[in-house]
């Protein structure tokens, strides 16, 4: 059964940081993995996708890494800002077409 | 980008209620999902389908039902609202590789 872990489950920075986002997987037969942004009390918005085959998505200030060998991907932050704060999901995406979900990364960018 | 509605955002009921939460997507998209978050909680797979007169559980036991006879409409129902619950009801159809998320209706059984 696949399990997806984040680390930290919580982090506050100071505006202007580069900051990591660490998560792994059990299971490295995955279709895709996904990362998505969680603002309070809301839904889910897209950041990066990575398919299985790729190592590597970049968005604006983001880059997404994946090491599907050893079951790990990275979420790099470039220059946070306060608009920043949220939740920070990993989902991975098995073969059966499910997606799994991690506990999350609560993220505070102090100004 | 899929545009993903559902209705209502908030939810107050009592215990004993029967309760539908909506959800739609005008893309055409054959797989939606929908998925159950506690608060600080990860989301759970509760409910999917893949097209019309599809539907399946999903990971998590849910005492919710589904329903997909149109392919823009999934809406889940509670016959029997109880304290247990409450919590956050996602929304979700796959465009592509990727997957898109409704805002969410926050339920708070009584």
Known sequence: ?111 | EADIYQTPRYLVIGTGKKITLECSQTMGHDKMYWYQQDPGMELHLIHYSYGVNSTEKGDLSSESTVSRIRTEHFPLTLESARPSHTSQYLCASIFGVEQFFGPGTRLTVL
């Open chain 1, 1 to 111: 059964k696949q399990e997806v872990t984040q680390i930290p489950a919580a982090l506050s920075v100071p505006e202007g940081e580069n900051l990591v986002l660490n998560c792994s997987f059990t299971d490295s037969a995955i279709y895709n993995l996904q990362w998505f942004r969680q603002d309070p009390g809301k839904g889910l918005t897209s950041l990066l996708l990575i398919q299985s085959s790729q190592r590597e998505q970049t968005s604006g200030r983001l880059n997404a890494s994946l090491d599907k060998s050893s079951g790990r991907s990275t979420l790099y932050i470039a220059a946070s800002q306060p608009g920043d704060s949220a939740t920070y999901l990993c989902a991975v995406r098995s073969l059966s077409e499910k997606l799994v979900f991690g506990k999350g990364t609560k993220l505070t960018v102090n100004p």
